[in-house]
């Protein structure tokens, strides 16, 4: 065999990957002269330095170079010498994978594009998960450059809006949602006619017991908005998320009644007024969406219905454009019929809505053979029409579930590594050094050498240290 200090077209060098043998040639893998294997071609033989920083050790008896690395990974990386690009195998790790790209220094732009893809969503989800690390990390410190108004306003902020932080917000999340479910039952129990009571003018008004309930409820909607408001640490978006929007459309209607008696019985005898004061009783249903802020199961719902857009929209339009055709169908063929009830292609969108949807009131139905062939074929077309897009929701319900559940998982084990590292470098650091060391807020790793290359840091140094500070 050639010496590795002759690069010529017959070198060849033998490489040993985690005990797996493979014999390389010159030619091959000086096709891209910068990545590892083809520096070591070109490195003579009597330079054991440079030899010694390309791998792991040599043996010049048998010219054979050592690497303690994955032979699968590496059988995978060898590919790009042959065809020019990279395709990752099924079960590798998409950042562990890069990691030895890096090693064999082979750019990254080699890698095929579905496995590029799955590398971008692979560092998306790290990047979630350190994001959920970090929020954890920030509630369990404190800024000590914070004033007494900004740490006040962080404690208030945890209390109402992250239940898992402490016991006394679990307990204000549960009495919340417990004030949501009273306030719901009241509202519908208020319109029963036997609880009702009548007034002086004879007209049913709600039970005093239950308007001093729905009182008492209001007031804690408020407390919390404006508690909520006060420790936001961004107003505007607050003010404009969606689920506040709904928390101010649950109280708002209460106050807008509560002003309007009392302006006096002269314009509450108004028309007008009393049917906005109606439409402002029935918003009162907007507090039935509070109950999202407190159910992870209605949050991830409402993810899988914003991803499902696409597929609702395929729904409306195959909906819309079979409703249009059966309708259209439907009054021509029962317009020869003398007791027909399609009266005009606009009011058979009714019937065409309840036939397809295969709800079927009967308060519109076709008379003739024609007519009640085409009502066939649209409720047959609307049942297909219907369980096209389900699939493709449903699978999203499934995939952001478990994402959440995996990123809860990680970041819950990221947090036991953290304060497990911080344990033993507490260990390992001498106690007359150990004061210096915490003064510079760093830690030396104890991950070893030939593990660094493949561990995926999702924080800095300095940002582990925190969780042995906080506690």
Same mark, same amino acid.
């Given at each position: 065999?050639?010496?590795?200090?002759?690069?010529?077209?017959?070198?060849?060098?033998?490489?040993?990957?985690?005990?797996?043998?493979?014999?390389?040639?010159?030619?091959?893998?000086?096709?891209?002269?910068?990545?590892?294997?083809?520096?070591?071609?070109?490195?003579?033989?009597?330079?054991?330095? =440079?030899?010694?920083?390309?791998?792991?050790?040599?043996?010049?008896?048998?010219?054979?170079?050592?690497?303690?690395?994955?032979?699968? =990974?590496?059988?995978?990386?060898?590919?790009?010498?042959?065809?020019?690009?990279?395709?990752?195998?099924?079960?590798?790790?998409?950042?562990?994978?890069?990691?030895?790209?890096?090693?064999?220094?082979?750019?990254?732009?080699?890698?095929?594009?579905?496995? /590029?893809?799955?590398?971008?969503?692979?560092?998306?989800?790290?990047?979630?998960?350190?994001?959920?690390? /970090? !929020?954890?990390?920030?509630?369990?410190?404190?800024?000590? =450059?914070?004033?007494?108004?900004?740490?006040?306003?962080?404690? !208030?902020?945890?209390? *109402?809006?992250?239940?898992?932080?402490?016991?006394?917000?679990?307990?204000?999340?549960?009495?919340?949602?417990?004030?949501?479910?009273?306030?719901?039952?009241?509202?519908?129990?208020?319109?029963?006619?036997?609880?009702?009571?009548?007034?002086?003018?004879?007209?049913?008004?709600?039970?005093?017991?239950?308007?001093?309930?729905?009182? =008492?409820?209001?007031?804690?909607?408020?407390?919390?908005?404006?508690?909520?408001?006060?420790?936001?640490?961004?107003?505007?978006?607050?003010?404009?998320?969606? *689920?506040?929007?709904?928390?101010?459309?649950?109280?708002?209607?209460?106050?807008?009644? !509560?002003?309007?008696?009392?302006?006096?019985?002269?314009?509450?005898?108004?028309?007008?007024?009393?049917?906005?004061?109606?439409?402002?009783?029935?918003?009162?249903?907007?507090?039935?969406?509070?109950?999202? &802020?407190?159910?992870?199961?209605?949050?991830?719902?409402?993810?899988?219905? /914003?991803?499902?857009?696409?597929?609702?929209?395929?729904? #409306?339009?195959?909906?819309?454009?079979?409703?249009?055709?059966?309708?259209?169908?439907?009054?021509?063929?029962?317009?020869?019929?003398?007791?027909? !009830?399609?009266?005009?292609?606009?009011?058979?969108?009714?019937?065409?809505?309840?036939?397809?949807?295969?709800?079927?009131?009967?308060?519109?139905?076709?008379?003739?053979?024609?007519?009640?062939?085409?009502?066939?074929?649209?409720?047959?077309?609307?049942?297909?029409?219907?369980?096209?897009?389900?699939?493709?929701?449903?699978?999203?319900?499934?995939?952001?579930?478990?994402?959440?559940?995996?990123?809860?998982?990680?970041? /819950?084990?990221?947090?036991?590594?953290?304060?497990?590292?911080?344990?033993?470098?507490?260990?390992?650091?001498?106690?007359?050094?150990?004061?210096?060391?915490?003064?510079?807020? *760093?830690?030396?790793?104890?991950?070893?050498?030939?593990?660094?290359?493949?561990?995926?840091? #999702?924080?800095?140094?300095?940002?582990?240290? &925190?969780?042995?500070?906080?506690?």
């Amino acid at each position: 065999m050639p010496s590795p200090g002759v690069p010529s077209e017959d070198t060849e060098i033998v490489v040993n990957i985690g005990g797996v043998r493979q014999i390389l040639y010159g030619d091959v893998l000086n096709r891209y002269p910068e990545t590892r294997l083809a520096e070591l071609v070109n490195c003579s033989s009597g330079n054991v330095d =440079a030899i010694s920083s390309l791998c792991d050790d040599y043996d010049p008896g048998k010219g054979e170079f050592y690497f303690d690395r994955d032979p699968d =990974a590496f059988k995978c990386i060898v590919e790009v010498y042959y065809f020019g690009e990279i395709h990752m195998k099924r079960g590798f790790c998409p950042i562990c994978f890069t990691k030895e790209m890096e090693f064999w220094k082979v750019d990254p732009s080699f890698l095929d594009e579905c496995c /590029k893809s799955n590398l971008n969503e692979k560092e998306e989800e790290l990047a979630e998960i350190a994001d959920k690390v /970090k !929020l954890i990390l920030d509630d369990l410190e404190g800024d000590p =450059a914070a004033g007494r108004w900004e740490r006040c306003q962080k404690f !208030l902020w945890k209390l *109402m809006e992250k239940p898992e932080s402490s016991l006394p917000a679990r307990i204000i999340a549960i009495v919340s949602f417990l004030f949501i479910l009273i306030s719901s039952v009241v509202m519908c129990v208020s319109t029963i006619p036997d609880v009702q009571v009548v007034d002086a003018e004879g007209n049913h008004v709600e039970h005093p017991t239950l308007d001093a309930i729905e009182t =008492a409820c209001i007031g804690w909607f408020t407390v919390e908005y404006i508690l909520r408001l006060i420790s936001s640490p961004n107003k505007v978006h607050f003010a404009f998320s969606f *689920m506040n929007i709904v928390d101010f459309m649950a109280i708002m209607p209460f106050y807008v009644v !509560l002003t309007l008696t009392y302006l006096g019985a002269a314009m509450m005898e108004l028309a007008n007024v009393q049917q906005a004061v109606q439409a402002l009783r029935i918003m009162r249903i907007a507090r039935v969406f509070k109950l999202a &802020r407190h159910s992870s199961g209605l949050q991830t719902l409402t993810y899988a219905l /914003k991803r499902s857009f696409k597929e609702l929209g395929l729904l #409306l339009m195959y909906m819309g454009v079979g409703i249009f055709v059966f309708s259209a169908l439907g009054y021509t063929m029962e317009q020869s019929h003398p007791e027909t !009830l399609f009266k005009s292609i606009p009011q058979s969108f009714w019937w065409a809505i309840i036939t397809m949807t295969t709800v079927g009131y009967g308060d519109i139905y076709p008379k003739t053979t024609l007519g009640r062939c085409n009502a066939a074929i649209s409720f047959l077309c609307g049942v297909i029409a219907i369980a096209l897009p389900i699939h493709p929701i449903i699978n999203n319900f499934v995939i952001y579930y478990n994402k959440q559940k995996v990123l809860e998982t990680a970041a /819950k084990h990221e947090l036991e590594l953290m304060e497990l590292q911080s344990d033993e470098r507490t260990d390992k650091v001498p106690r007359r050094c150990r004061r210096s060391t915490e003064a510079e807020g *760093m830690w030396e790793s104890p991950v070893p050498a030939a593990l660094s290359d493949t561990s995926v840091p #999702l924080l800095t140094d300095c940002s582990r240290t &925190r969780l042995q500070s906080c506690k």
